[in-house]
């Protein structure tokens, strides 16, 4: 599987919590404040929409296959502007499929006909246990757990008749594709890879064609608010100036703080839509992969908050409110290719803070935290005898790099 560049190291992973942190040190504040500068910036000067962009820092050019690009569709957006890449984030598909696999049919009697085994076939379902390889599906599955936990035979025979039955209800059928495509298969590793419909062979296909744009920044006079965007100011500003936490408070604190004047070129920007792979594929880069997502089950678990259909753990609350682990998607990426930037910054480094710099920005710095030893990347750096820093980085054609992700809420997906 390609790497994504693990820049969340540097901050404490929240898995849950869906507040952006509010930053407190000196460095970290005012990398928060260039940020924000920087993502209007971004935004005026790519034309994108405020209400619906995020900017993403921190990955490495997303390589050859599909793989990174699922990955970061498959992470629910934070409530912020920007995000750094963090593999211990709410993931979309392991939270639709603990969802999935807790909700209660609707067709027939079953849930009537269990009675008080109800609890104990639902938390059966939470051990992710594979699916019958006769392809008999969610029944073949509750036969095997009947006869072995339903001391009551007429029973165990009624409620396997009711799980066939209701078959054709949205909540068994997501139920069968969740367990189809979440069973690993050492002849067919990409059996339990949960796929989205973005490829890497469209981005190559359609990048080169996409128009280029032109962004431009200065710290002393641009704007910080963002109170016109989607995420109402909420900026996620845990990274110091250099990607790597082992540099000095005093360097990182120097250069955030610094009056920064910025020039980006981007040869090719294109918007690469993506959704959960629903059905099978004639793609040929999809057609091995397997289903596993069903949006009409997953808008019935949103318009119906009662035990009818939820089940003691997630409830609805946990999944759909305040602080939900699937309030948001990721539904089309920005992807750019062929950067060149160029940063002057005016700074007042001593002279060890000097050498730490030009050791340190070799391993990827604000705001793209592109590492020299990622493929593309490329970063020069000189400092006068005034302190002027002049930066200049590239990350060569032919190396796609995500600039940003569009986002939409829960509750606009299932307005209807």
């Known amino acids: 599987m390609s790497e994504i560049s693990q820049l969340s190291t540097t901050k404490q992973a929240v898995a849950n919590a869906d507040v952006a942190l509010v930053a407190t040190d000196p460095a970290s504040q005012a990398i928060e404040n260039l940020t924000a500068q920087f993502y209007n910036a971004v935004v005026h000067g790519c034309q994108l929409d405020p209400s619906t962009f995020q900017l993403f820092q921190g990955s490495k050019p997303l390589g050859d296959t599909s793989d990174v690009l699922w990955q970061i569709f498959d992470v629910m957006p934070p409530l912020s502007t920007n995000s750094h890449y963090n593999s211990s984030a709410n993931i979309f598909s392991t939270n639709y499929g603990g969802v999935i696999m807790s909700l209660k049919p609707?067709?027939?009697?079953?849930?009537?006909?269990?009675?008080?085994?109800?609890?104990?076939?639902?938390?059966?379902l939470k051990t992710k246990p594979a699916s019958p390889t006769d392809g008999s599906g969610l029944a073949g599955l509750f036969k095997t757990w009947a006869d072995i936990n339903l001391s009551d035979p007429d029973q165990a025979n009624k409620c396997y008749m009711d799980i066939r039955e209701a078959g054709e209800d949205a909540i068994s059928v997501a139920?069968?594709?969740?367990?189809?495509?979440?069973?690993?298969?050492?002849?067919?590793p990409k059996k339990a890879t949960k796929a989205y419909t973005a490829t890497m062979a469209t981005v190559k296909a359609k990048i080169d064609s996409a128009p280029g744009h032109q962004v431009t920044m200065d710290s002393e006079q641009d704007s910080s608010s963002l109170n016109h965007s989607w995420a109402n100011s909420s900026s996620d500003g845990f990274l110091g100036f250099?990607?790597?936490?082992?540099?000095?408070d005093s360097l990182n604190i120097a250069m955030a703080s610094a009056s920064f004047k910025i020039d980006v070129s981007y040869d090719n920007l294109m918007t690469m839509p993506g959704v959960p792979l629903y059905q099978p594929s004639q793609d040929k880069d999809l057609s091995e992969y397997v289903p596993w997502y069903n949006s009409e089950a997953l808008g019935m678990a949103f318009h119906t908050q009662d035990n009818t259909l939820w089940g003691n753990d997630p409830t609805w609350e946990s999944t759909?409110?305040?602080?939900?682990?699937?309030?948001r998607r990721t539904t089309e990426l920005v992807v750019v290719d062929g950067i060149t930037?160029?940063?002057?910054?005016?700074?007042s480094l001593s002279q060890s803070d000097q050498a730490s710099f030009r050791e340190a920005s070799g391993g990827g710095f604000?705001?793209?935290?592109?590492?020299s030893s990622d493929s593309g990347w490329h970063h020069e750096s000189k400092i006068d005898a005034n302190g002027l820093v002049t930066i200049t980085s590239s990350c060569k054609k032919g190396n796609p790099v995500v600039l940003g992700v569009n986002v939409e809420s829960i509750s606009k997906q299932f307005a209807n």
């Open 106 to 124: 609707q067709g027939g009697t079953f849930v009537e006909d269990m009675g008080d085994s109800m609890s104990d076939w639902t938390a059966y």
């Open 175 to 188: 139920k069968n594709a969740w367990l189809s495509a979440s069973v690993p298969n050492p002849q067919n």
């Open 242 to 248: 250099f990607g790597s936490s082992s540099h000095s």
């Open 320 to 327: 759909f409110g305040g602080a939900g682990n699937l309030q």
């Open 341 to 347: 930037m160029t940063m002057s910054a005016q700074t």
């Open 366 to 371: 604000w705001p793209f935290y592109g590492s």
